[in-house]
């Protein structure tokens, strides 16, 4: 499949742009807005199964999972129909003899780039708020998996959206993305992926003065208390890190379990570990399906020959799975690393496959410093029974979400993003519909006096 290119991508801008200002769309009323909104994400419900099979042939991901994003897709489409035609505008306290209003504008072309983890789910994360919003996107799919974005294009074309106010470009970051970010004519960039890329275009946007929405890597802590349910603190770390093959951005990658309790715990979640399901992202009794791309796979298997020659103890996994049935695919064992300092690579840097990194603590402001000794911060994970202990903790911790006794669970009304080199700003919730809108103010005068200094 040819990938697109510029020309492609110059197209689809120009169409964005018509149909953005065409009055058909720019002066539609916000529950008329909606009516687009709830037609697509009925149609995307319709097509789950499809889309489920079409993202698990992409990915590796499970089959249980892709169809719990694609319904996900979909309930973002109703959630963001619901908000914009319920938003409501701002009369503000007025300071003199006027009335003031506060009231939010479409920007114009969005650019969205989605990464080949989750593409469903981040494709429509950006495009609904961003069409609710009044807006029209162009979408670059990530290089790997573009089939997603493809059939998603191909849904919403079945729906009665205006032509040009959607388009995908399945193309490459050096050719399209950066022709995408580069142009004029995008006011706002969404994007998603890696950091050093985050950074290039957090740098062009701040140069041409549009606002940008960076949802970057993630080296995420989770912390066990002494106190905390074990079995229900064991299942979460697990679902924390070895769902998703650990190809997940919030993946809680880093354990740290209290002193009192770290080596009963340590052998209960390692043993847990070893017992886990590789095998077809297909088949039913599947929890940790192949990683996306052999080169990928590579990628995790140095990582854990650097962690090994760093001194670090290979508890689980650390190698390919053997047998027949694991010949054709790029699987990778679910692998817990103890021994390793803070500072070492592997419990800094963001592995992105199922390596989880264990390390001992002692008392709170122990091991809240060790949490926040890492250059990303994008999510937290804290297992006890004390819930002002939990809360106290998780205040203190520098990230953008925090769980408390359950990890990796997602509201679309719940804004998401990360500090740090983890990205700024935020999706999802309100605050996400607002980010693809302009505020404007407007002061209207209500006396009917001249203003004194005019007076002769």
């Excluded at 050093?196 to 066990?224: F, N, Q, W, Y």
């Excluded at 590579?298 to 049935?325: F, H, N, Y």
Aim: glycine share 10%; with cysteine.
């Amino acid at each position: 499949m040819r990938g697109a290119g510029t020309a492609d991508a110059a197209l689809a801008l120009e169409r964005a742009q018509a149909a953005a200002m065409a009055p058909a769309w720019r002066n539609l009323l916000p529950h008329q807005r909606a009516s687009y909104l709830y037609e697509i994400a009925e149609a995307l419900a319709r097509n789950a199964d499809r889309i489920a099979w079409i993202q698990t042939r992409d990915t590796g991901k499970t089959l249980m999972e892709t169809r719990a994003l694609a319904q996900s897709a979909a309930a973002t489409f109703r959630y963001y129909a619901a908000v914009v035609e319920t938003r409501e505008e701002a009369i503000t306290p007025a300071r003199g003899p006027y009335m003031t209003l506060s009231c939010y504008e479409p920007v114009g072309v969005v650019c969205a780039i989605t990464p080949w983890n989750s593409p469903i789910a981040s494709d429509a994360q950006k495009v609904a708020p961003a069409l609710a919003a009044g807006n029209a996107v162009v979408l670059k799919t990530a290089t790997w998996t573009p089939l997603v974005a493809l059939e998603f294009a191909r849904i919403i074309d079945t729906t009665s959206l205006p032509k040009g106010l959607f388009s995908v470009l399945p193309g490459s970051g050096e050719i399209v993305g950066e022709y995408l970010v580069n142009h004029p004519m995008v006011r706002r960039i969404s994007f998603t992926g890696g950091t050093r890329v985050g950074h290039a275009i957090a740098l062009h946007a701040a140069k041409c003065m549009i606002p940008v929405s960076l949802e970057l890597g993630g080296k995420s802590p989770t912390i066990v208390f002494a106190d905390a349910d074990q079995d229900v603190a064991i299942a979460g770390i697990l679902y924390g890190i070895f769902s998703s093959s650990g190809q997940s951005c919030v993946a809680g990658s880093r354990l740290f379990i209290h002193e009192d309790i770290y080596e009963s715990f340590l052998e209960r979640l390692v043993r847990a570990a070893k017992g886990l399901k590789v095998g077809h992202p297909f088949a039913p009794q599947t929890q940790v399906g192949p990683l996306v791309h052999a080169a990928h796979l590579r990628t995790v298997e140095g990582w854990v020959e650097k962690a090994r020659k760093a001194g670090g103890d290979i508890l689980a996994g650390g190698r390919r799975p053997e047998g027949s049935m694991y010949d054709a695919g790029i699987y990778y064992q679910p692998t817990v690393i103890a021994g390793l300092p803070n500072t070492s690579e592997a419990c800094r840097e963001e592995i992105f496959g199922p390596v989880l990194t264990v390390q001992k603590f002692s008392n709170v402001g122990e091991v809240i410093a060790l949490a926040n000794d890492n250059p990303y911060a994008l999510a937290c994970g804290i297992w006890t029974r004390d819930n002002v202990q939990a809360m106290q903790v998780g205040r203190r911790i520098t990230t953008g979400t925090v769980w408390i006794n359950t990890y990796k669970q997602f509201s679309i009304s719940t804004p998401f993003g990360g500090e740090k080199e983890s990205g700024m700003g935020r999706e999802k919730g309100l605050q996400g519909l607002l980010s693809y809108m302009r505020q404007k103010s407007y002061y209207i005068g209500m006396s009917e006096i001249p203003h004194p200094w005019a007076a002769s």
